[in-house]
Nanobody, 117 residues
């Protein structure tokens, strides 16, 4: 069982910023929080940003230059700073963590981001 605390979603206008935060609040085994996915209505889930085992970040092409991911290895948290938001960024954003020993992935419940005029 893995529980997440996700926060920071909301309703904003195009061009605004939001910062999402995610923490593994409880886990029965060792997991490493790595990044964020999003899913918009009627669309497939896509990985927005992640930090690999080598510590290097990767981003979805459409968010490069606008989003920045950061991780605190001690607290096992991951944040996503989202700038210059666009209506196409509207989605439910979920953080995820990996149980590397068994190659399993766990997702949080998600936080809604709505970008509209």
């Amino acid at each position: 069982q893995v529980q997440f605390d996700e926060s920071g979603g909301g309703s904003v206008q195009p061009g605004d910023s939001l910062r999402l935060s995610c923490k593994v609040s409880r886990s029965d085994f060792e997991v490493t929080v790595r990044g964020w996915y999003r899913q918009a209505p009627g669309k497939q889930r896509e990985r927005v940003a992640s930090i690999g085992k080598n510590g290097e970040p990767t981003y979805l092409d459409s968010v490069k230059g606008r989003f920045t991911i950061s991780r605190d290895n001690v607290r096992n948290t991951v944040d996503l700073q989202m700038n210059s938001l666009k209506p196409d960024d509207t989605a439910v954003y979920s953080c995820y963590a990996d149980r590397d020993s068994l190659h399993l992935r766990y997702w949080g419940q998600g936080t809604q981001v709505l970008v509209a005029v």
